[in-house]
């Protein structure tokens, strides 16, 4: 572990953005409630857009894609400040929200070279909102309690649409009732529902089941879907009377993966701004490794993993909202 007066520290190397002009300063925000938020990805970006309007705090952000950052700090204005690293940001910062693809890259952005874990400050508080192996998450929250900082694992269900809207759910582990309070007043500011589901690590456990059954029931919607339009009903009726009787889901009634049928939902965006099929296949990966270190048995589970890994054999088809998998039974291409 890193000892906390061992701590990063980059002077005069903060940057400011203002919304047409960056302005340079060693001044960068240091009071107890500036805000940290590492990961301006489709949901990352709606999720940091909600938090820093809503809090009013001073807000850093770090993101591998400059671009991002500077789209960032360009409608933030002159309380939004970009950090060169990691590290620094977890300097100049009390609370440090991570939204990141993969367990390599939050083991990177946490304990990395230029990591997060090196400019820790005392009782600083780390939200992690990416969905990762809950054994990586258990461990780099370990890392950061050692190091004097506090840990949250706080993965997300809604998608790019509830972090546009701010309607998501957050499942969250943490090692404390006080750590799971403070981490939820900043979630609210992002989400509608934030629900302690236990030690750490019981976060992304639940979102990986949750998940699971999310995949389940959007092929299964898809196979329905597939079916009925087979079979000569019009797409809009038979989701309408899914959609008010036992097979409702949100599948259906939300993210119909019929073009069309839902003005919203992905599919009606030719599979767009959503959640893409190669972000399913590598959490349907996290339910497979759960399930083979709990000794849990995964029927349908399998089958899923197995349907979305040839899917996402199609480049394009992997970029897509993973509704596009009703595309894929039917035989056709977005």
């Known amino acids: 572990m890193l000892p906390l007066t061992k701590r990063f520290s980059v002077p005069g190397r903060y940057v400011a953005c203002g919304a047409t002009r960056l302005l340079y300063s060693t001044g960068a925000p240091s009071s107890n409630n500036s805000i940290g938020f590492i990961g301006l990805g489709q949901m990352g970006f709606n999720m940091a857009r909600h938090l820093r309007s809503k809090s009013k705090a001073p807000f850093v952000v770090y993101d591998l894609n400059r671009h991002a950052m500077e789209q960032f700090c360009a409608e933030g204005g002159?309380?939004?400040?970009?950090?060169?690293?990691?590290?620094?940001?977890?300097?100049?910062?009390?609370?440090?929200?991570?939204?990141?693809?993969?367990s390599a890259h939050v083991k990177e952005a946490y304990l990395g070279e230029s990591g997060i874990i090196r400019g820790l400050r005392q009782g600083n508080l780390c939200i992690d909102s990416s969905t990762i192996d809950t054994s990586v998450s258990i461990d780099v929250s370990r890392q950061i309690i050692a190091a004097g900082a506090r840990a949250v694992d706080a993965p997300i269900s809604g998608g790019i649409m509830g972090a546009k809207a701010a309607t998501l759910t957050f499942m969250v582990g943490s090692q404390t009732d006080g750590d799971f309070e403070q981490a939820r007043a900043h979630l609210l500011l992002m989400g509608k529902n934030v629900v302690r589901c236990g030690d750490l690590g019981a976060g992304q456990a639940a979102k990986i089941c949750n998940n699971l059954l999310l995949a389940i029931s959007m092929i299964g919607t898809a196979e329905a879907m597939n079916l009925g339009m087979r079979l000569g009903l019009d797409p809009k009726v038979l989701a309408s009377i899914v959609n008010t009787s036992s097979g409702?889901?949100?599948?259906?009634?939300?993210?119909?993966?019929?073009?069309e049928v839902i003005a919203t939902?992905?599919?009606?965006?030719?599979?767009?701004?959503?959640?893409?099929?190669?972000?399913?296949l590598k959490d349907l990966g996290l339910v497979s490794n759960a399930a083979k270190d709990s000794k849990t048995p995964l029927m349908l589970g399998a089958l899923a993993e197995n349907?979305?890994?040839?899917?996402?054999n199609d480049t394009a088809m992997a970029e897509k909202d993973f509704?596009?998998?009703?595309?894929?039974?039917?035989?056709?291409?977005p």
Not at 248 to 259: E, G, H
Not at 265 to 278: I, L, V
Not at 307 to 312: N, W
């Open 78 to 102: 002159k309380d939004v400040g970009m950090a060169s690293s990691p590290a620094e940001l977890a300097s100049r910062t009390s609370v440090i929200v991570t939204v990141l693809p993969e």
């Open 248 to 259: 409702r889901c949100w599948s259906s009634d939300t993210a119909n993966p019929v073009p």
């Open 265 to 280: 939902a992905p599919s009606t965006n030719n599979y767009n701004d959503g959640f893409k099929s190669r972000l399913m």
């Open 307 to 312: 349907i979305y890994r040839h899917l996402s």
């Open 323 to 333: 509704s596009v998998v009703y595309q894929w039974l039917a035989g056709k291409k």
